[in-house]
């Protein structure tokens, strides 16, 4: 073998180590892109004092000292944890630097996920394809609130489960943190019981395995200053149509009027019905093998997302699931082999493109992404000229 032959491999297997760096930097450029939503930050004040008073009391149990309709009763705060995060980081890097807080969750859970679709399509630019849809049908929603907890812990269950056996401990330490972080961890769980079932070597033992480690992850969120109460608060947002959670706007399904809109989500969800009745075919199943789970997961979110649009998020990451395998079948296509560099220097390009109008200064960003003009500003001087006193805080 010839000196320049060995260059010529060497110089080759270089450049295939490479490009799954590239895609995940397109795809971080890209979702980046997608952080900057705006959206009239009005919870982001209180989850901040929220975070003082628990420094102040020294507790995450707290007392309601500061609504009308529910003072002096304890408050079952199930995302303290979120809370003091939020007022520990604003006193080391400042408010406005909470904008770099939500980016860099943003794009750490997106880029996970597309490391885990990589490894389990086997396919970087089908990861990249699906991850960057999914951050598309999301972006409205990616605003600066505790809920992008849920979306790092979904990523990272699905990262150390899908597809995958999973240590049993590190799940049990996501979720204690999960629980104490947002109430979506309830997601977590349902996703749990269906990336652990046993479905290929199903048998007593397995099964008895199975719903061991269920009961002990499910322990594990009992670990909250609220116990017990913890599983029952989200479920009564999500499930008692009296909840006035309900009659928000942004808690109503997705084809009512008002709130806000995904543009990609309809067709999503058509997308997604086709791609799951397509892996039913036996061709289809042999060339995709796409996981029963992908599907069952799918079939949650979407049904989630039909009755609430906060969680077309969720049901964001689901589709990714299906979609992936498609487009990596698609990518390993002939004419793909020429067409991958053009799409990934596209995709670089488009990821840069579509950053350059926005702001990367943390004061102008947090001032355009919190509204912050609106509130508190707005409504801090309509207080004061029409000089209101007393409690105005709801419960």
């Not at 420094?55 to 707290?62: E, K």
């Not at 769980?189 to 048998?203: E, H, I, T, Y």
């Not at 990596?328 to 390009?349: K, S």
């Not at 960003?365 to 500003?377: K, M, N």
């Amino acid at each position: 073998m010839t000196t320049n032959s060995v260059a010529s491999r060497d110089s080759d297997s270089w450049i295939q180590r490479g490009v799954p760096t590239l895609w995940m930097m397109a795809g971080a450029l890209l979702y980046l892109s997608c952080g900057y939503t705006e959206m009239m930050g009005s919870d982001l004040w209180w989850h901040i004092a929220g975070g003082r008073e628990i420094v102040q009391v020294a507790s995450p149990i707290m007392i309601d000292r500061w609504s009308y309709t529910e003072f002096g009763e304890r408050w079952h705060n199930h995302e303290w944890l979120a809370d003091l995060l939020f007022y520990v980081w604003t006193r080391i890097f400042g408010v406005y630097s909470l904008v770099y807080w939500k980016w860099l969750l943003i794009v750490g859970t997106f880029s996970l996920l597309q490391k885990c679709l990589a490894r389990t399509s086997r396919s970087d630019a089908g990861a990249f394809f699906a991850c960057v849809t999914a951050a598309l049908i999301a972006a409205p929603f990616l605003d600066l609130r505790p809920q992008l907890y849920t979306l790092l812990g979904t990523t990272l269950l699905l990262y150390l489960a899908y597809q995958r056996t999973p240590k049993l401990w590190e799940l049990m330490l996501l979720f204690v943190a999960w629980v104490n972080l947002h109430g979506g961890f309830i997601f977590g769980l349902m996703l749990a019981g269906v990336l652990l079932f046993p479905q290929k070597n199903f048998s007593v033992g397995t099964l008895k395995r199975y719903l061991t480690q269920l009961v002990l992850i499910a322990a594990c969120c009992l670990i909250n200053p609220s116990g017990i109460q913890v599983f029952l608060l989200p479920l009564s947002y999500a499930l008692d149509s009296s909840s006035p959670y309900r009659t928000l706007a942004e808690w109503r399904p997705p084809f009512e009027e008002g709130g806000i809109v995904s543009a990609f989500f309809s067709y999503s969800l058509l997308f997604g019905a086709a791609f799951a009745a397509f892996s039913a075919l036996p061709y289809v199943r042999r060339q995709l093998r796409l996981p029963w789970d992908a599907i069952a997961i799918a079939a949650i979110a979407a049904a989630m997302s039909l009755t609430s649009r906060r969680f077309i998020v969720l049901w964001a990451i689901a589709f990714a699931l299906l979609l992936a395998p498609f487009a990596a079948r698609l990518f390993r296509l002939e004419l793909a082999r020429f067409v991958l560099p053009v799409l990934l220097v596209g995709a670089i390009g488009t990821g840069l493109l579509r950053l350059s109008p926005y702001p990367l200064r943390a004061d102008v960003a947090f001032h355009y992404l919190t509204a912050e003009y609106a509130y508190p500003q707005a409504i801090t001087r309509y207080v004061s000229e029409n000089q209101l006193r007393g409690k105005t805080f709801a419960f």
